[in-house]
């Protein structure tokens, strides 16, 4: 009879069933080891698939909603993009044959996110924006999630859950996952090689070795040269350091010889990664090119040209920046290898009983090459005189392993202390002190990348902004008013659900013959992707007296330059004479003012501007309308701690000061343009 719902019962075990052994946990064998709880249950931390989803989540939020935060982005790399998918774009010095010292090969790996989105979107340029940071946002998540995993099963389980926190809400990855620069390839291919460095080398894994290698030298000769040195710890350990080998003194001089072979062979096989590159590029500049050659005899090899001409900063400008976007991971960070050296000292188990046999590399020599590529880089770069944000990014991922090592051997300490002061290694595995101290760390570095994220949204996000207004509001206005649109757009959104407004056909408004300008925010500029075909984008001159780019000159025929059928692009071969590579001012990029029908400006209404060349537009009533306004922080007015980080409230907000982001529009010249418009209307009737 079966039994009621809630019914309980007894079961009697028969003679001959044995009891089930109970389950013991395997000994971790990573590099670092639990000296308490380690018969206890593991600590949680995502599987592979959770953490991807986690991760992706957080990369493609920041992708739809992150700013640009360098115009070397949009010029060296989404308008040369623009110009190959759409055939118009702004040029730099830096893609004109007679330098070449950007590779057409890296900017070609993102044509096919552009491609699909071409054929999914019917053609919508801002999607194919947005489809582009997202596939780089995919690339990214994927990486991290390798790295996080590598570095669970290789090194310690609890340190990596403290990466895979330190990563997921990181305002630096924020920012660097989903931008469109070698640094972030590098960043790609550098967290992607990492996680094979992680596991010690050993003989009995070649292909350890093989693709950490092809995945460093991609990193350097696709993305950026000057990634390779994060590789010297790895060749390093490969050629000298026993790492995961045994060797008996006697069987030295064979395994050092298999070692070099090995990686002399992985590192020759690296060497064909200059074949495409190389193929390509030069296809598109008419000429042999290497770019990542041009690249470092440019940075390194130029004695009156080089990086300086665009700007030079204090020693002490990466550590600054790393704390704003790392806040309190940072010094945990840069603490790593004193930490080792402390844990050596007082807690040596940690890493496992190492006897001194000469036959065996040292675990904290192991462990101490895995902390040494943040340390090499940020040494490298900072006595570099031209700095610049995105150089660290190749960098960031193994910062936040540096840091989630610190925090780990802090932890050990605290369990070192407490068991020698209570004599009691139970005591110590049953008490919190510990997990709530990593929890504190983890917590604050979270709320204060959360509040840093949200800063540059509500302070620095206007020019993406108004960019999307001009593309959505204000051209289907100038359709509204000439009768291209034969109903209303306000109208249309009150007969539409959200989800079902149809698509606007902007392509009338070449009919218009607008121009966009850029006059002191012409660094803010986010690309032609995000303005719609038949706008022309202009300069108009400010104070700033360097290079600004030109446009990709047409290819006529008169040129003299052969049209490939297999390059479609031929204007990349064509050199011209208003570029150089001395930051001179080129007049001819500039056009007047009086041939703008709608501008972009800031205007800080406290701290006005009194600079003859860059006047106050936006209260320039009788020839500008202000379109749309919107805040814009007044960073050199305002305190440090409330312009660096958010937080909810009108009485935070009041303690900066703010301008107003405008877009204008230049009233009778538009005015005219709409009359024109509408008379070529009527005669077609």
């Not at 009697?12 to 389950?23: G, H, I, W």
């Not at 698939?49 to 070397?72: E, Q, T």
């Not at 699909?116 to 489809?131: E, G, S």
């Not at 850029?518 to 290079?547: A, C, N, Q």
């Amino acid at each position: 009879m079966a039994s009621l719902p809630g019914t309980q019962t007894l079961r009697f075990r028969r003679p001959n069933d044995k009891p089930k052994p109970p389950v013991a946990k395997s000994k971790h064998d990573g590099i670092l080891q639990d000296q308490i709880r380690r018969t206890a249950r593991l600590p949680w931390s995502p599987s592979f698939a959770f953490a991807l989803r986690m991760i992706l989540l957080v990369r493609i939020s920041g992708a739809m909603y992150s700013n640009i935060d360098d115009c070397d982005e949009v010029y060296n790399f989404w308008e040369p993009l623009h110009f190959f998918d759409r055939g118009y774009g702004f040029q730099t010095w830096e893609t004109s044959p007679q330098y070449a010292i950007r590779s057409w090969a890296y900017i070609l790996l993102h044509i096919l996110p552009t491609s699909l989105a071409r054929f999914l979107a019917q053609d919508q340029k801002r999607v194919a924006f947005f489809a582009v940071r997202i596939f780089l946002a995919v690339l990214s998540s994927l990486t991290e999630v390798t790295l996080y995993r590598k570095v669970y099963e290789k090194v310690n389980h609890r340190v990596g859950r403290y990466l895979f926190f330190m990563l997921l809400f990181n305002a630096g990855m924020w920012n660097a996952s989903a931008a469109f620069l070698p640094s972030s390839f590098a960043m790609y291919t550098g967290t992607f090689a990492f996680a094979y460095f992680i596991a010690p080398s050993s003989s009995r894994e070649p292909t350890r070795t093989l693709y950490a290698t092809l995945l460093y030298a991609t990193g350097a000769v696709v993305g950026w040269p000057f990634a390779l040195a994060l590789a010297i710890p790895f060749v390093i350990e490969e050629l000298f350091v026993y790492s995961g080998d045994k060797v008996p003194a006697a069987s030295h001089g064979t395994w050092m010889i298999s070692r070099w072979k090995r990686i002399f062979g992985c590192g020759a096989l690296a060497v064909l990664l200059f074949i495409p590159v190389v193929g390509i590029d030069s296809l598109a500049y008419g000429h042999l090119a290497v770019v990542p050659f041009n690249i470092v005899k440019y940075n390194l090899l130029s004695s009156d040209r080089g990086p300086d001409l665009y700007g030079t900063s204090p020693w002490n400008f990466y550590l600054l920046n790393l704390l704003l976007n790392f806040n309190v991971i940072l010094p945990f960070a840069l603490l790593s290898l004193p930490a080792l050296a402390i844990t050596y000292m007082v807690d040596k188990n940690r890493l496992g009983q190492f006897k001194g046999s000469l036959e065996e590399s040292s675990p904290f020599t192991v462990l101490a090459l895995r902390l040494s590529p943040f340390y090499l880089w940020l040494g490298i770069l900072t006595a570099q005189p031209h700095k610049e944000e995105r150089f660290m990014y190749p960098a960031y991922t193994m910062l936040c392993f540096n840091a989630a090592v610190t925090l780990y051997l802090i932890r050990g300490w605290m369990e070192t202390a407490f068991v020698s002061i209570t004599k009691s290694p139970y005591r110590a595995s049953r008490t919190s002190i510990f997990s709530t101290f990593t929890l504190s760390v983890l917590t604050t570095t979270t709320v204060l990348s959360a509040s840093r994220i949200a800063a540059n949204w509500k302070y620095y996000h206007a020019p993406l902004s108004v960019a999307n207004h001009f593309e959505a509001t204000e051209l289907p206005h100038l359709l509204n008013v000439t009768g291209i649109l034969p109903v209303p757009l306000t109208s249309t959104r009150r007969r539409y659900k959200k989800d079902e407004q149809p698509r606007i056909d902007l392509t009338p408004i070449k009919d218009f013959n607008l121009t966009l300008c850029y006059g002191k925010e012409w660094y803010r500029f986010p690309g032609h992707y995000l303005v719609p075909d038949g706008i022309r984008v202009e300069f108009i001159k400010s104070e700033f007296e360097g290079l600004l780019p030109g446009h990709f000159p047409e290819f006529n025929g008169t040129n003299n330059v052969d049209a490939i059928s297999w390059w479609p692009r031929p204007q990349t071969r064509i050199v011209t004479q208003d570029q150089n590579d001395l930051n001179k001012e080129e007049p001819s990029h500039y056009v007047p003012i009086s041939t703008c029908t709608h501008l972009i400006d800031v205007d800080f209404p406290s701290h006005p501007s009194r600079s003859p060349r860059e006047p106050r537009y936006a209260v320039q009533n009788d020839i500008w309308d202000r379109v749309e306004c919107l805040p814009f922080l007044d960073a050199q007015n305002s305190p440090l701690l409330s312009r660096i980080l958010w937080i909810p409230g009108s009485k935070w907000r009041s303690m900066n000061a703010w301008g107003d982001y405008c877009l204008l529009r230049n009233r009778q010249l538009v005015a005219d343009r709409v009359d024109m418009v509408k008379r070529l209307g009527e005669s077609k009737q």
